[in-house]
């Protein structure tokens, strides 16, 4: 099998179970942009990390693979396979290495401006493309049916990915930026 198929060279390309629809539909949009998120994600695996963190990463990826399949799934012409359901545990899992990463952190008494060390910054654009998958996946909702798991997933993730950029940033000896206000 050849890696490219032509069939959409005019601009169309298909979705499990057969439906065409346009490369610049909002489904194709949420999951490509989950795509590019996890994308920067296996650019922060590349730099050196602790091992817990770099198996949550991973952990991070295949769930990120298993919300594409659920958004490039047209339900209306097949059931969702078990792959493609992202499970409670996941958003628990989140909270609790959210939990874990915080409890080693000082207090926040400002906004922090991304920054302060190469993997803290490159946490802050996972931060930043997470948001977005977000803002495309409620885009989504007002035309398709998205699962609520989904929704608590990422708005969880950015959160991780703020949390781990300050982790970073202090375990890479480097210092947090603040906002100044401008009087």
């Given at each position: 099998?050849?890696?490219?198929?032509?069939?959409?060279?005019?601009?169309?390309?298909?979705l499990?179970?057969?439906?065409?629809?346009?490369?610049?539909?909002?489904?194709?949009?949420?999951?490509?942009?989950?795509?590019?998120?996890?994308?920067?994600?296996?650019?922060?695996?590349?730099?050196?990390?602790?091992?817990?963190?770099?198996?949550?990463?991973?952990?991070?990826?295949?769930?990120?693979?298993?919300?594409?399949?659920?958004?490039?799934?047209?339900?209306?012409?097949?059931?969702?396979?078990e792959?493609?359901?992202?499970k409670?545990?996941?958003?628990?899992?989140?909270?609790?290495?959210?939990?874990?990463?915080?409890?080693?952190?000082?207090?926040?008494?400002?906004?922090?401006?991304?920054?302060?060390?190469?993997?803290?910054?490159?946490?802050?654009?996972?931060?930043?493309?997470?948001?977005?998958?977000?803002?495309?996946?409620?885009?989504?909702?007002?035309?398709?049916?998205?699962?609520?798991?989904?929704?608590?997933?990422?708005?969880?993730?950015?959160?991780?990915?703020?949390?781990?950029?300050?982790?970073?940033?202090?375990?890479?000896?480097?210092?947090?930026?603040?906002?100044?206000?401008?009087?």
């Open positions: 099998m050849k890696l490219y198929t032509k069939t959409g060279d005019t601009g169309q390309t298909g499990i179970g057969g439906t065409r629809v346009p490369k610049n539909d909002i489904r194709i949009e949420a999951y490509g942009t989950v795509d590019e998120l996890n994308s920067f994600i296996g650019m922060l695996t590349t730099y050196p990390i602790d091992d817990e963190t770099l198996e949550f990463l991973r952990s991070i990826q295949n769930n990120l693979f298993i919300v594409g399949s659920y958004l490039a799934t047209d339900t209306s012409k097949v059931s969702l396979q792959a493609s359901i992202l409670n545990e996941s958003i628990e899992k989140m909270e609790q290495e959210i939990d874990r990463i915080d409890a080693k952190l000082p207090t926040i008494n400002s906004f922090i401006l991304p920054g302060g060390s190469l993997t803290g910054a490159l946490s802050h654009v996972c931060r930043t493309i997470t948001r977005r998958v977000e803002r495309r996946l409620f885009d989504l909702t007002e035309v398709h049916s998205v699962d609520n798991q989904i929704l608590i997933y990422f708005n969880r993730l950015s959160d991780y990915f703020f949390a781990l950029s300050r982790y970073f940033t202090l375990e890479n000896g480097g210092k947090e930026i603040y906002w100044k206000r401008h009087d």
